[in-house]
Each structure stands twice: as C-alpha cells, then as structure tokens.
C-alpha cells in the first residue's frame, strides 16, 4: 500500500503499548478465536459472500473475545475504546479515497474513459503477452506515482477489462495487477510505506531502496518469468471475438484518443506530489464534464431517462450524480460487457467500509490490552541466531497484518520492536528496514480483512471476492520468502561499520 493513502499519525512517536501481566497465551486466544471463526465463516458457509458483511461481524466477536481478555487484565474499556478511535483516526484517509475511487470509477465508465482504455488495449495486447505486460504496465504507473492505490484504480481496472475480453481469468489479471504495482510502490520514493520503512529502523531513504532492490529486483523477475510461462500456456481459445467486442464498445460509447487526457492528467499530479484526494476529486469531476461532452446520451441513460436529442440541466445533473454516487450499469450488444460496464460508485464501496472499521475494531482492541507488543515480544525471544531474527521480523510483520488489519502497523510495531535487536546483532539498519517491507508492506494486500486486502479486492474484483487473486500474487508472495533465502545463505547482509 500504500504509498499517500493511509498514516498513523504521528507514526515515529507512535507508543507501542506494553502489558507484562498478559501471557503469551492470552494474548493469542482472541486470534485463535478470529481464524476459527472466519475459517468456518468463509469455508464452511459463505466463500466469498463472506465480504458482505458475516466477516464484519465475526471481527467484531474477535473484538469482544479480545476486550474480555482485557477486562480480566484490568485493561479500561475507556483504553480500548481510545485505541479504537485513535485506528478510526488512522484509517480516515483510506475510507474517503475508497469513496473518491467509487466515484471516479463511475465518472469514467458513463464518459467512455474505461471502455476506450480497454478498446485500444485490445489492439495492442495479445494473450501471450498480457500478462506480463501487465505487471510491466503497473510498475511503471507504481513507481512514478508511488501509490499502488492508484494504479489497481486507473490502470488495473482497465487492464481487468482487457484481460476478461482476452479470456484470462479475472483473478489472473488482479494478481498481474497486484503484482506489478505493489513491486512498484515498494521501490518509489513517493510511497508512504516506503519512506515509513527506513523511519522506523533509523536509516536512510535511498540506502534503503538501493538494498532493497537486491531481495526486490529477483522476486520480480521471477515473477515476470511465471506470468510469462502461464501467458504461453494459457488456452484462451474459448476467448469471445475481440473485433467483435470492440463493436459493442463502439456501439455503446463514443471512442477518442482525447478521453485519455483525463487519466494521464490524474497520474501527472499524483507524480508531482499532489495529495491523493484532491487528484480523486479532480479526476472525478473531469469524467463527468467529459461524460457530458463525448456520452450525452449516456449521461441520460444514467439519469433513468432514454430520451433522443438534448436533455435537460436536471437531467443531465441527475445522471452525472447517480454515477458518482449509486450503482450505474450501460448495457451493450454483448452480454459478456455488461457485468464489465457497470459501476457501484460511492455506495459501492459501503461495504469495504464497513470491513474495515471492524478490522480496525479488532486491532485496536488488540493494541490497548498489550496482545500485539506481547506476540512480537515473544517472537523475538525464540530464536537467536541471525537468520531467526530475520524469520521473527517475517513473522511479525504477517501477524501484525492478519491482527491489526493496517500495513502500517505492520511496520512500525515490528520496527521499534526489533530495532535494537538488529543492533545488538551487528546488524546495519537497512537489514530491518529491508525485511519490514518484503514481509509488512507486500502481504497486506494478501489478507482479506486488511485496508489494503479489501481494497484491491473491492476495486479489482468487485463481488468476485479475494481469494480468486491471492494465488496469482507471485510478487506479494515471493518477496518474504526470497528476503529469508538471502538470509538463510548469507547473501547481501550488511553488518554495522563499528563492528
């Protein structure tokens, strides 16, 4: 994640709350409990309609379990409560680019912004190569914006487009996505997570992407190189005719070049550093001048009206505004695109809202009565070599990212926590900073209660749920376990001047 989308605040001076009462076992009974639950939840009775809100609840019973436990503790339910707000406060950036996206998703269908991407798209990429293209395409886009928010919301929704019309599965396309961008917020200067890494272990910006490349560069080459024996493998043979596609795409919308005006001038300011919200809302309202410019009738359509010739102000008004806010679908001569052009807009994103508070719920419950800094704690102590110390940090930042549902709390508990660690072992602080972003910042996106899990899985996959991208995440897969082969064998660990 992510880049310019979610911050703790403050997170440099951020108190990791400590509870030398609670056991070991105490503090893991609430997760126990919480994977339980979800594992009957998801696996036993809703699969992927878990997300629509059975999920939201069982984190709140995990919420309940954790508070009990704290109450036995004489941990203050005015503390947890605290800590729940301060993860609410934490989360507010997230929730309302979540809302922006719902909305600029709807602005660019109606004006032929996302079908027109996906129109050329099909001209210039071909099965075989798609899908490493796609990671290719999503770096790049990651890299200079350092948001891979940013990139599953432009680029990665027009390349799902592309890659159903092509035949790919979806979930292959959203791991390509995934994959690509996240290699690329991961490397960027401009990524929060990024600069939040090097923070948190006391090195600096630079010297940390430098040493990072040498874990980041093989995962992502092994990543091209799987995506790339799948693209020349994959029986696409059933795929619908794509001239027969772009048709209906040209029946349905207006085609021009000059829409792609909209989202090159989006992607320019996030590059030039300007915040996220402010190039959502821009993005936005320019679909919808463009909509009402290129796609009139469209616009009617969306109005609830199926008028010939010129509507009204209110009409034309009403149409924008329904796509910004509600669901809008443009129906068109083939039954395959019209899932694919359909939008939920703002109220779409409800329910991803919804999961996320919970999570938060959940990890801040978990923090105030000491659970979080208990596990980290504990991990430190079993093992004493180099390697378990990097295996440790890996486990950690995978915990932290299932328990506090947040990747920047991935990285910071197990940054202050280990920091020292690291020096006590004559290890440089790039050593940690390194380790915190191939394991916290990459797998995040892999956990379907996280803020980054259930964001790319709403703006991807939209009802398809999670679990149909997670095993095509090579990269967000590959990244931990390369970063404890380099450590297992030695390879590239750099040791403190002074020792």
């Known amino acids: 994640m992510e880049s310019q989308e979610i911050k703790p605040q403050n997170p440099n001076n951020e108190e990791i709350i400590t509870n030398k009462k609670l056991s070991l076992f105490a503090a893991l009974i609430p997760i126990i409990v919480l994977v339980g639950m979800l594992a009957y939840n998801v696996l036993g009775v809703y699969g992927d309609n878990a997300l629509g809100g059975s999920n939201q609840f069982v984190l709140l019973m995990g919420a309940a379990v954790a508070a009990i436990i704290g109450f036995i503790h004489k941990i203050k339910y005015e503390v947890m409560l605290e800590e729940i707000a301060h993860n609410f406060k934490s989360t507010g950036g997230a ?7 719902g909305a600029l998703s709807g602005t660019w269908l109606i004006s032929g912004i996302i079908p027109s991407m996906i129109y050329y798209g099909l001209d210039i990429l071909n099965p075989k190569i798609f899908l490493p293209a796609s990671v290719i395409i999503c770096s790049i886009i990651s890299i200079a914006t350092g948001s891979s928010w940013t990139t599953s919301a432009t680029v990665g929704i027009a390349l799902i487009g592309i890659g159903n019309a092509l035949g790919i599965p979806i979930g292959m396309t959203a791991g390509a996505v995934i994959s690509g961008a996240y290699f690329g917020d991961k490397i960027s200067p401009l990524s929060d997570t990024t600069n939040l890494a090097p923070a948190m272990a006391g090195t600096d910006l630079f010297t940390h992407i430098r040493y990072m490349l040498i874990t980041t560069v093989p995962s992502i080459v092994l990543t091209l190189i799987i995506f790339t024996i799948i693209g020349l493998n994959l029986d696409t043979s059933g795929a619908p005719d794509i001239h027969l596609i772009k048709n209906s795409i040209s029946k349905s919308f207006y085609i021009t070049p000059w829409l792609f005006l909209v989202p090159v001038l989006v992607i320019l300011m996030i590059i030039k550093k300007t915040q996220p919200l402010i190039a959502l809302l821009i993005g936005t309202l320019l679909g919808g001048l463009f909509a009402l410019i290129f796609q009139p009738e469209i616009v009617i359509h969306a109005a609830g009206n199926d008028l010939e010739g010129l509507g009204t102000f209110s009409q034309y008004y009403k149409g924008v505004m329904n796509a910004i806010t509600t669901d809008v679908a443009i129906p068109t001569t083939d039954e395959s695109l019209n899932d694919l052009f359909s939008s939920g807009g703002m109220a779409g994103m409800l329910n991803t809202i919804w999961l996320i508070l919970c999570a938060m719920s959940f990890g801040g419950v978990m923090e105030a009565i000491g659970a979080l800094s208990k596990i980290t704690a504990s991990l430190l102590k079993l093992f004493n070599t180099v390697f378990g110390l990097f295996a440790s940090t890996v486990a950690s930042c995978l915990a932290l990212n299932v ?75 590959i990244s931990p376990f390369m970063t404890l082969l380099f450590a297992a064998l030695s390879i590239k660990i750099r040791m403190l001047k002074d020792k």
């Open 95 to 101: 929730i309302l680019i979540l809302l922006f996206v």
């Open 403 to 477: 328990t506090a549902s947040d990747q920047y709390l991935a990285i910071v508990v197990p940054g202050k926590m280990f920091a020292q660690a690291y020096k006590d072992k004559g290890l440089a602080p790039e050593n940690l900073s390194r380790t915190l972003e191939d394991s916290g910042t990459v797998t995040s996106a892999l956990v379907p209660w996280n803020t980054c899990g259930a964001y790319q899985s709403k703006v991807l996959l939209g009802e398809a749920g999670l679990t149909s991208y997670i095993p095509y995440t090579f990269f967000n897969i």
